[in-house]
């Protein structure tokens, strides 16, 4: 989003210049003219480098005021409760014996590059791309990045499943599930090696919370 408006900002100010300039060619000789460029330079940099930041930051906070309303009406509706009594679709998955799905949604998924170690087939394939800058804050990285991706937690693991596309990451392998304004950044450790997943989710939140009971599920069959 940021790329985006800095682009439109450029095109309107570099147009704004040239129609400036063109208007009367003679004026570039003279020193007042000088000064109102150098002064139209000046207000350009301060809209270029501010305005992007301002407008990503209050989207930002709009997003995460909205994630903590949905948040507290889905608590009030009966929150984890509704999980453990309504299992979740699970078409696209294959489930093992004693497997449950407990959360499915569908989303935008961004796989770091070098991810193949971890059964990410197609991963190759996928066009590259830049998680949001208001989904997910700081994230510079290019990623593949996967469109209309399901996502499942089970009992066992975080699945994601779509056209050529097959992730599993069991829960002694999640390092580290960080929730940001626009969905959860997942990190996997197998080995030697590590890997980020993000994927974008209606509310983050609430995904947590799910994700948080379904590792303790696990933790509680294998005890």
Sequence with gaps: MTYALRKLIAFVFLGGLFWFIYQDLGNLEKPWFMHALGLLVVVFAFF???????????????????????YAAWLAEGGLATVRGRPA??????????????FHEKGTLYIERGTEEFGSAGVA????????????????????V?????????????????KNLDISIPFAELASASAAPGGIVFKSVRGASAA?????????????DVLGFAKSDSRQASA
């Design 48 to 70: 270029w480098l501010l305005i992007p930041m301002v407008v990503v930051w209050m989207r930002i906070r709009r997003r995460v005021a909205q994630n903590r309303e949905r």
């Design 89 to 102: 679709r699970n078409e696209r998955l294959a489930l093992g014996p004693g497997e449950t799905a407990l």
């Design 125 to 144: 394939d996928r066009p590259l791309g830049r998680p949001s800058d208001v989904a997910f804050p700081g994230s510079r990285r290019d990623c593949r």
């Design 146 to 162: 996967a469109q209309r991706t399901h996502c499942y937690f089970t009992n066992r693991r975080v699945a994601f499943a779509g």
């Design 196 to 208: 980020r997943f993000a994927f974008t989710f209606s509310n983050p939140l609430v995904a947590a």
